[in-house]
């Protein structure tokens, strides 16, 4: 079913075949993926009367199981009490980091990049403006990376291109274009510049793309100024691996038997009528407690009804559909109901610990390849850029620093575990295991502490 709906999705090809590919999964994550089917559930004939077969319908029932997946994974890597915290011996460079951090909102921005990229790739951009950092999400399907030969971890070139309406363009503020008429839009990052290019006709095959002097920047930073994140494992070498490709036949087998059990239980409110010739009336019949059927002697009338019990069949199928789909990308198959009292952390861990497993290797792609690389051009860019963080100038950052990630535990602790964490932890320090100072790093996200020198600065104070 899945590669007939697919052929229905017109693939473009002035594009690469990858175009096509995300462009489907995409389709899968934002519940988009019927849209071209021509008809509605309920429409069994056409207008010749022909049956309608059911490959060509768009369900009427729609769970999107794959973007619950995706959530559920991307709320246990960035939500507000999962975001990592930056960690370097230099404390005022963490101080600056994580001001810029929360003032150019990283955490929204990498939700936003986790969910895209579940389709394989995504990309965050990183700009200086008036001396503030921005970071910006793009979309990795008109994106073409190309990297450096001596350095295959480094990006040499990125080139986005598609296709615009004139109209779109016009509203941009491009005045030689035709409203009507369809343009490539493309424009360039490498070491040292964003270069734009003036739109041309994609009906033109001579049009070559001309350098936009005015929308042009000389950025000079000695790299490109984009993260490109491949989601999981795996992939063609662009793009990483799905994070929802397993479960997507089963999703589509969901959504269309709950769209027949939907179906039998509109049909069971209003049964079709089935009458036994020879009938006695030619006039229309009309269904209802008050419209007496007459027929002759050898004559029948029977409501078509469906009974209950294959409505419940297919609820039971659906359940283990759902299973199964959720055991192939790791999803979450806890059940609240299942839940009679209060779960320590790590017994939740234990329940949701194929959701963390998804979870864990997401935050190598976008923790270590994603914000950690993002903290890294902010630092190299302070030695070319002027920067500024709530108002306050941001001196040139040390490039020679290690920065690593700090990351909070997956569910918070309850009383009693807090209570045998803190007794294990002053355990070590009096056994002279660890240092005061790892210690307080090792319970500082649990109780918000984000500058541990002055945390132990202020506790040096108090002690008598």
């Known amino acids: 079913m899945f590669d007939t709906i697919c052929a229905t999705i017109p693939a473009d090809p002035a594009f690469p075949a990858r175009v096509g590919r995300l462009e489907i999964l995409r389709r899968v994550l934002d519940g988009t993926l019927y849209d071209n089917l021509p008809y509605q559930f309920y429409e069994e004939r056409n207008g010749a009367g022909e049956y309608v077969p059911l490959r060509d319908r768009r369900p009427s029932v729609r769970y999107g199981l794959c973007r619950i997946v995706v959530e559920d994974s991307v709320a246990l890597l960035f939500s507000a009490g999962h975001f990592p ?26 939700i936003d990049a986790a969910l895209r990229g579940a389709v394989g790739s995504v990309a965050v951009l990183f700009r200086v403006l008036r001396g503030r950092v921005f970071f910006s999400v793009l979309e990795s399907q008109y994106l073409t990376p190309v990297w450096c030969a001596a350095e295959p971890d480094a990006l040499a070139q990125v080139t986005e291109r598609y296709k615009v309406s004139g109209a779109d363009l016009a509203a941009q503020g491009y005045g030689d274009v035709d409203p009507a008429g369809i343009y490539w839009f493309q424009r360039v990052w490498d070491a040292q510049a964003e270069t734009w290019y003036r739109p041309w006709p994609v ?40 994070t929802f490709r397993a479960a997507i036949e089963t999703n589509i087998e969901i959504d269309y038997q709950l769209s027949q059990a939907g179906r039998g239980l509109k049909y069971s409110s ?30 029948d009338a029977k409501l078509l009804e469906i009974g209950g019990t294959a409505a419940e069949a297919v609820i039971s199928y659906v359940r283990t559909l759902r299973e199964l789909a959720l055991e192939s990308v790791h999803g979450n198959r806890a059940s609240a109901d299942r839940l009679t009292a209060a779960q320590s952390g790590r017994a939740l861990e234990m329940m949701n610990q194929g959701l963390i ?11 270590d390849g994603g914000v950690l690389a993002l903290m890294k051009m902010v630092v190299a860019a302070s030695r070319v850029f002027p920067l500024t963080v709530m108002g306050e100038r941001v001196p040139a950052l040390d490039v020679g620093q290690r920065l690593k990630l700090r990351w909070p535990r997956w569910y918070p602790l309850s009383a009693d575990d807090r209570l045998k964490e803190a007794q294990a932890v002053a ?30 600065n202020m506790i040096a104070q108090d002690a008598p």
């Open 357 to 367: 497993w998804l979870a864990d290797n997401l935050r190598i792609s976008y923790g």
């Open 427 to 456: 355990t070590l320090v009096n056994a002279g295991q660890i240092s005061r100072e790892t210690a307080l790093k090792t319970i500082a996200d649990a109780h918000g502490i984000s500058d541990v020198e002055a945390e132990l």
């Open 203 to 242: 009906n033109d095959p001579f049009a070559e793309p001309v350098r936009d002097a005015a929308r042009s920047v000389e950025h000079g930073l000695g790299f490109v100024p984009l993260v490109w994140i491949k989601n999981l494992p795996g992939g063609d070498g662009v793009d990483g691996a799905c």
């Open 270 to 299: 209003d049964p079709t009528l089935l009458i036994k010739e020879p009938a006695t009336s030619d006039s229309e019949i009309v269904k209802g407690a008050g419209n007496a059927l007459v027929v002759s002697e050898k004559g």
């Open 85 to 110: 915290s930056l960690d370097a011996e230099d404390a005022a460079l963490v101080r600056y980091l994580n001001d810029i951090m929360a003032e150019a909102r990283l955490n929204e921005v990498m």
